[in-house]
């Protein structure tokens, strides 16, 4: 029983000794080379939302392969959790082929909403800006009200170049269809 009690005191003894000799907690201080990420502004918030809904028009709205191209990197990379990885001529190519089957009506045409209260914009230094959110997809069928079909979360990484915000990067997942 002694040495039970002995072996618990020194326990407590070193754990005592350890918490006294670390050190109180980082907070950022210059010795270590840590800074703050760049700060987020309304400014850059409205115009990634300006560019993710001229973006989405000219998928959803107008069908505009040219002009969704015109708003991609060169190395653009789209991951989908319903179809995986797309390079940038694929993405295209799938855009291409849905307008396409629209104007058959094999597919219908459909509409994406944002949903404003979840945007959120996070810089990126030196690169543009990381865009989170969560979107909804409508059906449009002739003589019907639209109709929810699914909600999904994206991230969009944009990439300004030129003045201009280009989507470099686009991963879509955790689709639910609407019940």
């Known amino acids: 029983m002694l040495r039970l009690s002995f072996a618990v005191f020194a326990v407590a003894m070193l754990i005592a000794a350890v918490a006294q000799s670390a050190p109180a907690t980082v907070k950022g201080a210059p010795e270590y080379h ?9 400014e ?11 973006l989405f028009a000219a998928v959803f709205d107008r069908c505009d392969t040219g002009a969704v191209a015109a708003m991609l990197t060169d190395d ?21 082929g849905h307008c396409a ?3 058959t009506g094999e597919d219908f045409p459909a509409r994406r909403e944002l949903v404003s209260a ?3 914009v996070w810089p990126i230094d030196k690169y543009g800006a990381l865009e989170i959110g969560t979107h909804r997809f409508y059906a449009r069928l002739k003589g019907k009200p639209e109709t929810l079909t699914e909600t999904g979360n994206f991230m969009i990484l944009w990439k300004r170049v030129g003045g201009k915000w280009l989507m470099a ?9 609407a019940e």
């Open 34 to 42: 840590l800074r703050p990420g760049a700060a987020q502004t309304r």
């Open 118 to 120: 979840t945007l959120e």
């Open 101 to 103: 089957r629209l104007k």
């Open 44 to 54: 850059m918030t409205a115009a990634i939302a300006k560019a993710d809904a001229d």
């Open 76 to 96: 653009f990379r789209f991951v989908h959790d319903k179809d995986g990885e797309s390079s940038r001529a694929k993405f295209l190519a799938d855009l291409k």
């Open 169 to 177: 990067e686009s991963i879509s997942y955790g689709h639910k269809l």
